[in-house]
């Protein structure tokens, strides 16, 4: 019986063959009969959580990649200077350019490149429109949203240059050449076909590539700039040294060394962030990268948070560690590594700063002049976390005139105060005695419920007759009362000092001797002024080395301390140097000179001030320290070892549940089963991470596979062609980690080439390799068939030349804004107007590119090439 003649709604059901049920490796079983809508936001959900896997799984291949790439060996370098007569060093191996245009950026392009080979692969060798499609739309997607993410990210006017223009200017031009030679060789050398020699050129683009970086990196065959003192990688090295360091020095074999290196021999170096530094002026640099460098850079910043106040020290070595990561250089591997963790709730590689302690970590990182010294004040809450009254003076110390007959003294109240409190004030005898010099005062003083402050007069007595200055104190006692219950503060006794009107007065020195503890870092040395403070009055001073040197231990010199009419004390302020003296007694001689204004020079002229430890203090620096260098050591990016790996794996961020939010744990449980599959991929350091790399490779070709099936079986369902699925869903896909991984390289670093340098050499590496491979692969098979390899043009070539022509508006404005004062001379960043307007045009150039491409694949419009 002819099956033709049987109505449609008698023939027989076939659950293998239904509408959108063909795939490479989807669907498993048969869909036949589910809702076309639920199928597709099932797929949807599975192709996003496919994205969040390959994320996971690139973060370790490209910890595989670091491996690889940060392989040293040492050398021998001649130094007089030490016994052996030579110093070692660590050299890497791999070149800077040639990894970052190689293995980091196959790392960063894995999932394009291995959805064009799979792609062509499970289609019998055909073309098909899903790999380039994708290819494509990463490029426009880096070059145009990431650069303009990049550009508007930069905060408060701050700008980032391209470092090295040499290379930057080689993988430009070869992001424009990459797509120009598919438009070459797709629609004027053998249109609509891909010939063996077309093929292997494609993939031999990319050598080359990397040998004209190279050589432009290094000047070769181009007239030689003065060398630069310019540190290139890596950051801290942490190794311990058993019996002599680098400089012959013997060093403890427990103790964590740093090792510092010149990057003009490729050698692993700490480098400094500032951001401020101007281009050619190594001497500037080189200082800079020295503070910054080793364990004395810790050790100074361990400093700054110890006397910071109540500050605890496990948070004090996260701000520490936080401070150093952020100021070392990274390569874009490891910002990629850092933005996969982040969208999976993994283990971070800048440590989380608890909010509260935001304000201490930024006033760590101003100069010292311009800290607060009130951050610094040790001080006792009274109020036991504001729960009692604190009632005390508002100084421990006033000074009032013979002649005005009253003396104003201030109380304040603080902690709890929506409660009424009373405090008893009265006066107690000094050198003055109460009836001759002064009025007794004896009364109880209240405050009101949310009263803060409350004054009292005393009636000095003015005799008429010369008297050297004299005082007397005004106490603070509780009130006995069941009704209230509050504290006195630190200052419950307040010294009064009644000056003679009548004198100009004597200064000199308050003590003959002041002991200086190191910690303070600054140094208060009083003057006082006796026996008058009539009118205005100067006393000139300066400093005299003896064990302590200016310049070196202390900030000395000379000046003037001058004083208003009535005061009667003033100090001179002098900055104290850090020392690394396991022991410190060092002292200086400040002396008092010439007066003015009638005064003149009392007993104490010279005094000495010594400057000792702080056991105490520094006791709490080395801890800071040791806990520092333990975050540093827990921040490396690979796990040594399989129970460290499942460890992580098993627990949100990385086990810091301190530092883990909300949204941690969300993608934490989203991403749980892919991290426990991914543990069992051996660990890096197993035969220098070549294992790892091999079979993470192969588990992203798996799940690039998958990405694949899903992407075109959501598109068929919503009725989407491939090329409008590759440029829009899967690009932006596959380009989230790189998004997040620009931004950060654009903050944190001192130059725009880990951030939007290495898009163009990206771009680059995704046509010679992304089309060179499956294209020769294709090729070389029809070619043994006899028969050529078909490219159908379609919508590829329109929407190459969309993008080309993107590329070169995007690249030019780039260039412009290197050489345009009003924009910042710069790539990135510069005044908030420029670097919006540019950004916007950056991103509606990407719209324009997916429209127009999108239209062309509807036909909607239809342009003939």
């Known amino acids: 019986m002819n099956n033709s003649s049987i109505p449609n709604d008698y023939r027989a059901f076939d659950p293998f063959n239904y509408t959108c049920s063909e795939a490479l490796l989807l669907p498993i079983i048969s869909e036949a009969t589910w809702n076309p809508g639920v199928r597709a936001f099932l797929y949807i959900l599975a192709l996003l959580w496919c994205f969040l896997a390959v994320a996971i799984i690139a973060d370790v291949f490209m910890c595989s990649i670091e491996k690889i790439t940060s392989k040293t060996r040492k050398i021998r370098v001649a130094d007089s200077s030490v016994p052996e007569g030579y110093k070692e060093l660590e050299v890497k191996v791999w070149n800077d350019t040639v990894a970052n245009l190689s293995l980091l950026a196959l790392g960063t392009s894995a999932p394009e490149i291995l959805l064009s080979v799979i792609e062509i692969v499970g289609n019998n060798f055909k073309a098909g429109d899903l ?31 391209i470092n090295n223009m040499k290379v930057f200017a080689v993988t430009a031009f070869s992001c424009i050449f990459a797509y120009v030679w598919l438009i070459i060789t797709l629609v004027a050398i053998s249109p609509g076909k891909i010939e063996i020699w077309e093929a292997f050129l494609t993939l031999l683009f990319f050598p080359l590539l990397i040998i004209i970086a190279f050589i432009a990196e290094k000047d070769f065959c181009m007239k030689k700039k003065p060398p630069r003192n310019d540190s290139g990688f890596v950051g801290i090295s942490l190794k311990k040294v058993s019996k002599n360091d680098a400089s012959g020095k013997t060093t403890n074999p427990n103790e964590v060394q740093v090792s510092v290196t010149n990057s003009s021999q490729n050698i692993a170096g700490y480098k400094s962030p500032r951001h401020d530094l101007q281009e050619g002026n190594p001497e500037e640099q ?55 963790r982040n969208m999976s709730g993994g283990k971070k ?30 001080r006792f809450d009274h109020s036991e976390g504001g729960t009692k009254p604190v009632i005390e003076f508002t100084a421990s110390a006033v000074a009032v005139l013979e002649n005005e007959g009253k003396v104003r003294i201030g109380i304040r109240r603080s902690g709890k ?225 399989y129970i460290s790996q499942f460890k992580n794996a ?62 075109s079986l959501f598109g068929c369902l919503i009725g989407l062609e491939d090329s409008i699925t590759a440029i829009t869903l899967v690009a932006l896909g596959t380009s989230m980690p790189d998004t997040f991984a620009s931004k950060t390289a654009a903050i944190m670093e001192r130059y725009a080439d880990s951030s939007v340098g290495n898009v163009t050499g990206s771009n680059s590496v995704n046509v010679f390799l992304g089309l060179g491979i499956p294209w ?42 290197r050489n345009v004062k009003c924009l910042g001379n710069a790539e990135l960043g510069g005044p908030t107007v420029g670097k919006i307007v540019c950004g916007i045009i950056f991103i509606t150039l990407w719209v324009l590119y997916v429209l127009f491409s999108a239209l062309q694949a509807k036909k909607v419009i239809n342009v003939q090439i």
């Open 131 to 161: 790999g380039p499609g994708t290819i494509v739309g990463s490029a426009a997607f880096n070059l145009l949203v990431i650069s303009a993410i990049c550009i508007m990210s930069i905060p408060g006017g701050d700008v980032r240059r």
């Open 286 to 340: 080189e200082a800079l990268d020295q503070s910054y460098s080793g364990r004395a850079s810790i050790y100074r910043i361990a400093k700054d948070l110890a006397m910071v106040e109540d500050l605890p020290e496990d948070e004090a070595a996260k701000i520490a560690a936080k401070k150093i990561v952020e100021h070392q250089h990274h390569d874009r591997g490891w910002y990629r590594i850092n933005a996969i």
């Open 349 to 378: 590689l800048i440590p989380k700063v608890l909010n509260t302690f935001d304000d201490l970590y930024n006033r760590v990182q101003l100069p010292e002049e311009e800290r607060d010294e009130a951050t610094v004040t040790k």
């Open 417 to 641: 105060i929506d409660v009424p409190i009373s405090v008893r004030v009265e006066t107690i005898n000094g050198t003055a005695l109460e009836g001759s010099d002064y009025k007794a005062f004896d009364e109880v003083v209240s405050f009101a419920a949310n009263e803060l402050l409350r004054q009292v007069y005393i009636e000095i007595v003015d005799d008429f007759e010369w008297e050297p200055d004299e005082f007397f104190f005004v106490k603070l006692a509780p009130v006995p009362s069941r009704d209230q219950e509050f504290a006195l503060g630190n200052l419950a006794i307040c010294q009064v000092t009644i000056i003679n009107d009548d004198e100009p007065g004597t200064l000199d020195f308050a003590k003959p001797s002041i002991i200086a503890k190191e910690s303070s870092r600054r140094i208060r040395i009083p003057v006082q002024r006796l026996s008058g403070a009539d009118g205005h009055v100067s006393v000139t001073w300066r400093t005299k080395d003896m064990t302590a040197f200016d310049g070196k231990d202390f900030e000395g010199g000379e000046g003037e301390l001058k004083f208003d009419n009535g005061e009667t004390s003033k100090s001179i302020d002098l900055v104290l140097f850090p020392s690394n003296k396991p022991e410190r007694d060092d002292s200086f001689q400040v002396e008092l000179l010439e007066t003015t204004g009638g005064a003149k020079l009392g007993r104490l002229t010279k005094t000495v001030v010594t400057i000792v430890n702080d056991e105490e203090f520094n006791g709490l620096v080395s801890r800071i320290v040791n806990m520092t260098f333990g975050n540093l050591d827990g921040l490396a990016l690979e796990d040594s070892t």
């Open 650 to 711: 098993m627990n949100v961020n990385g086990g810091d549940i301190e530092g883990a939010t909300f949204v941690d744990y969300i993608l934490h449980f989203l991403t749980f089963v892919w991290k426990i599959i991914f543990a069992f991929i051996p660990p890096v350091h197993i035969l220098g991470g070549w294992p790892t790399f091999v079979i993470s490779l192969g588990m992203i070709g798996f799940l690039t596979a998958l990405i694949g099936d899903l992407a």
């Open 776 to 817: 020769v692969i294709a090729s070389i098979y029809w070619h043994t068939k006899g028969l050529p390899f078909e490219v159908p043009v379609g919508s590829l070539v329109f929407s190459v030349i969309l993008y080309t022509i993107a590329a070169v508006i995007a690249l030019s404005i780039l260039v412009i804004r």
